[in-house]
């Protein structure tokens, strides 16, 4: 008896572990570069993680990603030159996004 319910447990654990990773997402940040309605496509320069006064969303790395934005949710629309958020996932070489937040238009740091 003891030992089914130590089993059952470190099974019932080790699920866990693995539903915590399936569920996971990539998340990038950066400069909208521009926003296509038509093929509901975002491209922006993604920004690094080192934040200064002069770079308070991180410094621009020059790197340019899309992502598929046909099924994410998106907060305030986007425009060229907004700072956006995007919570994605990789399917077949394509990153397919989730989220989209734009930070610039409801930064948090100011409230």
């Known amino acids: 008896m003891k030992r089914t319910t130590i089993m ?3 099974i019932l654990g080790l699920a866990l572990c693995l539903m ?5 997402a990539e998340v990038s940040q950066g ?19 080192n934040f ?10 020059g790197t340019e990603a899309e992502f598929d934005v046909a099924t994410a949710t998106i907060g305030i629309m986007p425009e060229p030159g907004d700072i ?12 397919v996004a989730l989220k989209v937040m734009n930070v610039s238009k409801q930064d ?4």
């Open 52 to 61: 200064s006064k002069e770079f308070p969303f991180g410094h621009p790395t």
């Open 8 to 10: 059952t447990l470190m």
């Open 31 to 49: 400069k909208c570069l521009r926003y296509d309605k038509e093929r509901k496509v975002i491209a922006i320069e993604e920004y690094d993680i």
């Open 20 to 24: 915590g990773t399936a569920v996971a």
């Open 84 to 95: 956006l958020r995007l919570a994605y996932n990789v399917k077949d070489g394509a990153k």
């Open 108 to 111: 948090l740091r100011k409230k």
